[in-house]
């Protein structure tokens, strides 16, 4: 395991993947390369480590989506209106184990107050499957969220995407 929160870029790549994957936008050719990612970094360096990079982008977005409302009239109080709107929305994933809805909560809370995400989960051990289930779902509602606030489908992914690829070019 990585010490102090850091999370490897390629966890943290494969973690957006995972939400291109859920994503029904995602051309089939581009999902099948973004499960084809996803699995080469569960293989390389675990599927911890990936889960780790969900829960910092988790942290990422929701620091996003708060900065993205500063001095809008209408703006999403982080504690009463974002995390709610999140996690009532939950529900709907099938396959979101409601037991695993209190951690993926708490990871929410730390995002939006200012924490370390990463850190702030990492003191629990390690991610169950179920709950990285959650994460992943939690991760798609945020990015849903951003779109639907910017009225423009696929814009975090867009931006999201152009991240990865400049992070590449620096390497």
Request: aromatic share 8%; glycine share 6%; no cysteine.
């Given at each position: 395991?990585?010490?102090e ?10 973690a957006?993947?995972?939400y291109?994957v ?16 996803v ?9 911890e ?8 982008l988790?942290?990422?977005?929701t ?6 409302q ?20 939950l529900?709907?994933?099938?396959l ?14 730390a ?16 991610v169950?499957?179920?709950?990285a ?5 939690v ?13 423009r ?19």
């Amino acid at each position: 395991m990585t010490n102090e929160s850091v999370v490897l870029n390629e966890a943290i790549r494969a973690a957006w993947d995972s939400y291109r994957v859920l994503e029904k936008r995602t051309s089939p050719e581009e999902r099948r390369q973004s499960q084809q990612r996803v699995q080469a970094a569960v293989d390389a360096y675990g599927r911890e480590e990936v889960s780790r990079g969900t829960v910092f982008l988790v942290g990422v977005l929701t620091g996003f989506l708060i900065a993205e409302q500063d001095g809008r009239e209408d703006r999403l109080d982080p504690l009463g209106d974002l995390i709610p709107a999140v996690i009532r929305r939950l529900p709907t994933f099938e396959l979101a184990d409601p037991a695993q809805v209190p951690m993926a909560t708490g990871v929410l809370m730390a995002a939006a107050m200012g924490m370390d995400t990463v850190a702030w989960r990492d003191r629990f051990g390690q991610v169950p499957p179920e709950e990285a289930l959650v994460h992943s779902f939690v991760l798609w509602l945020l990015a849903d969220l951003f779109d639907s606030l910017t009225e423009r489908p696929g814009a975090i992914d867009q931006l999201m995407r152009e991240t990865f690829d400049s992070m590449a070019e620096h390497h």
